[in-house]
């Protein structure tokens, strides 16, 4: 960081997507939403506050699902900011619940280190080991934790 401006290099040097696949398919699986929907919260985190066209805004990069407006809010993934008054507002204003910034934040974290991906059977359903997929994503996710461990000199 020069200048207190952030560079590409600063977060090259920090490998923060390195593992933004594990990390992404281990929040996806054990939250019940899909990767896709996922990444749209992440983005909608970003903007803050938003309407319905904004959101759709979101969508362009990814596969279009007419479901997933619906999705999102029955899974209390977005809540209503502030609801339109007839008068001077003329659309709902939504934002990212707390449940879906916790998750975003929790990634955040594991992404740079502060936290480890869990790996008890209570609160990772990955590590059951049900599938092939999930067997393999077991030796991934061991794999992010001891990364961490190594890069903090720990």
């Known amino acids: 960081m020069r200048g207190g401006k952030l560079e590409y290099s600063d977060l090259r040097d920090l490998s923060i997507l390195k593992h933004y ?3 992404r398919k281990w929040a996806a699986k054990n939250n019940d939403i899909s990767t896709t929907d996922l990444e749209i ?3 909608l985190d970003c903007v803050g506050l938003f309407n319905r066209l904004d959101f759709i805004d979101g969508q362009y990069s990814h596969s279009w699902d007419s479901a997933r407006w619906s999705r999102l809010m029955d899974g209390g993934w977005l809540t209503v900011f502030s609801k339109r008054d007839r008068v001077n507002t003329k659309k709902n204003i939504y934002k990212v619940s707390f449940k879906g910034k916790n998750l975003i934040n929790r990634i955040y974290k ?3 280190g502060e936290e480890d991906i869990p790996t008890s059977t209570r ?3 990955i590590m059951k080991g049900a599938t092939y997929t999930d067997k393999v994503l077991i030796k991934s996710i061991k794999d992010v934790n001891k990364d961490k461990t190594i890069n903090n000199g720990i």
Request: proline share 0%; net charge positive; charged share 15%.
């Open 21 to 23: 696949r594990v990390i």
């Open 41 to 43: 919260l992440i983005y």
């Open 110 to 112: 594991i992404m740079v």
């Open 123 to 125: 609160r990772n359903s």
